[in-house]
Every structure is written in C-alpha cells, then in structure tokens.
C-alpha cells in the first residue's frame, strides 16, 4: 500500500520534475542577494572552501548524468513529461551499481547548485527535498518497468540497490558512448549550472552592472555557452541533427 502511494505521488511530480531546478536556482540566487557571501562561516579562507567543496558536489552529479546519458540505450531515460519510455531495461554501466543513476546525479547536482548559493541550511533542504521528489518519481517509474520486464527487473533489482549506489559489481556497459545523445539531454543540466554560477555572482554584486569586475570573463563565459545552448535548441528544433535521439 505504501509503495502504491509512493508511486502515485511520483507520477505527478514526473510531469513537474523539469521545473525543479529553476525553482533551485531562483530561490538561491535571492539567498545569495541576501547574504552576500560565497559560503557560510566567517573567515573567507573557509568560504572559499565551502565554494569549491559545493561546484565539486554539483559538478559530480552532472558528471553522473552525462557518462549515464552518453551510454544509456536509445529509447530508454528519456525526457517525456508525460510517461516513462523504456525500449529495454538499462542493466549495465551506471545502472550495475545503482538502479537510478539519473536521479542520484540530479540529487548532488541540485544539491551543489544550492549550496553554491553560501547557505549550508538551503543546501540541507535541497538535498531532503531532491531525495524525498526523486524517490518518489523513481518508484513511479520502477512500477512502469516491473509491468514491461517483469523477470528481469525482478533479477536486477535483487541485486543492485534503489537510490545508494554500491562499490562493486560494476559491467561494461551494452552500448558505446553516444556524444550526440549525451548533448542533447543534458546540455540544458549544464547550462543551468553556469547560470546558477553566474546568477549568484550577480547576486552577491546586487545586481548592479555597476559592480561587475573589470574584466568580467566568466560573463562573457556565460554569454558564449547560451549561444551554444541556443544553437543546439535550434538544431533540435528545425533540423534533424537529433531526430533520432530520445
């Protein structure tokens, strides 16, 4: 009953769980307005700890994600808002340790983008909340697979845990690396990150132009890779760069 619950409730947090990480960044760029400071504690040697320590923990979970997209099937974890899709069931690569790899990346990479922010409270809760959302949605989909592979979902999750990945057991993955699957799904995760980079220092600054530095090259870092987001939209949208890509 309770596991029926769970799956309920994911599958309507599956059609909102996009807007999550605007939601993150928002709410900690008026975080970090308010406070002004890169991390939480009162020397600026431990800040700047805190500041690497947080791009460390955010860069991990999208590192998770790109080598998970890049070798995941064709027509499996997918980006529907809808429904899951499953062409077959993922069993090798990240998924021979974890059975959610997707969500374990987005938890650290949500995670890391709030503490960022300089609130060690904002990234606490981000963390609570992403596990609490993505635990739920993972069921969701867990129920939709045990309907599609009944005996080999019931193998595979017998042996690798739900959402804590495990330190062995790891198998090559099925399928090589695909770059232009990687791109398309997750250009979007790392253009977020940038922005919340940016966003932050911004913040902190007042949002005054005023204040920017001289040399402002993280600025003009951030301005080259939305073209590049940009130009990969447009091929989404009006070629058929990735037409074959789920």
Known sequence: MYQHELARSGEALFKIRGHYLTAVVIVGAMIAYHFRAIGPFATESANQAWFWVSLAVASAGALIRIITSGFAALGTSGNSKDAPVAAELNTTGPYSLVRNPLYVGRILNFTGIAMLSGSWVYGALVFL???IVYERVAV??????????????????????????????WLKPKYPFWVRRCIRRENKKLFWLATALLAYDFARRGFDFGQLPENPVWYYAWAVLALVSLAIHLLRRFTKTFADIS
Do not use: D, M
């Open 140 to 169: 969701f989909e867990e129920e939709f697979l045990r309907t599609q592979f009944p005996e080999a979902h019931a193998a595979w999750a017998a042996k690798v845990p739900f959402l804590l990945p495990r330190l062995h057991g």
């Open 129 to 131: 909340i992403s596990v």
